[in-house]
């Protein structure tokens, strides 16, 4: 059965830095992409970065040079980089993976993690 688990999140000054990952596990045979959202109270969950098996990355316009998305294929891991965090980053931070084939299914599916919390303090 797949599934994805974030880990990396807590509680960080602003200014200070956080490294989020991602595991998918299951027995996965091809990922599409993978990418990182957030939700903060009272919000839509918006993406925040994207990567593909392919090497394309994509970030939201508020992180960009400030958060790094990163991805280890061979793994079925995703990392996120965050540095200079800013209060306005405190959010629930979800991992996705677009277009995951596994033996589970003989679809293509995408999967969410749980989410992991990440609060920056001003």
């Known amino acids: 059965q797949v599934q994805l688990v974030e880990s990396g999140g807590g509680l960080v000054q602003a200014g200070g830095s956080l490294r989020l990952s991602c595991a998918a596990t299951g027995n996965i045979f091809s990922i599409n992409a993978m990418g990182w959202y957030r939700q903060a109270p009272g919000k839509q969950r918006d993406v925040v970065a994207r990567?593909?098996?392919?090497?394309?990355?994509n970030y939201a316009d508020s992180v960009k040079g400030r958060f790094t998305i990163s991805r280890d294929n061979a793994k079925n891991m995703v990392y996120l980089q965050m540095n200079s965090l800013k209060p306005e980053d405190t959010a629930i931070y979800y991992c996705k993976a677009d277009g995951l084939y596994s033996s589970d299914s003989s679809y293509l599916k995408n999967y969410w993690g749980q989410g992991t919390k990440v609060t920056v303090s001003a």
């Open positions: 990567a593909t098996s392919g090497g394309s990355t």
